[in-house]
């Protein structure tokens, strides 16, 4: 996961310490309990997806990205 470097790239191209493209970024994805990708925020429950959220708006992220895989019904 490369989000908190992702933050600190965009930081420092904001204030004129690096050189580099406007980044766009979510930060951390929200998936389910057992996350599909490294770095994501397990959330089960709609609580631990608004704490999450809260969470990832406080480190910066410009929206939010949610990954989950559909459970197959039988």
Known sequence: DLSDQVFSWRNEIRSGKRIGPRIV?????????????????????????????????????DFIKVYFAQVQQQ
């Open 25 to 61: 970024t979510p930060g951390r994805k929200l998936d389910v309990a057992e996350p599909s990708w490294p770095g994501s925020i397990a959330v089960t429950t709609p609580e631990e997806a608004r704490n999450a959220v809260v969470q990832m708006k406080e480190k910066g992220a």
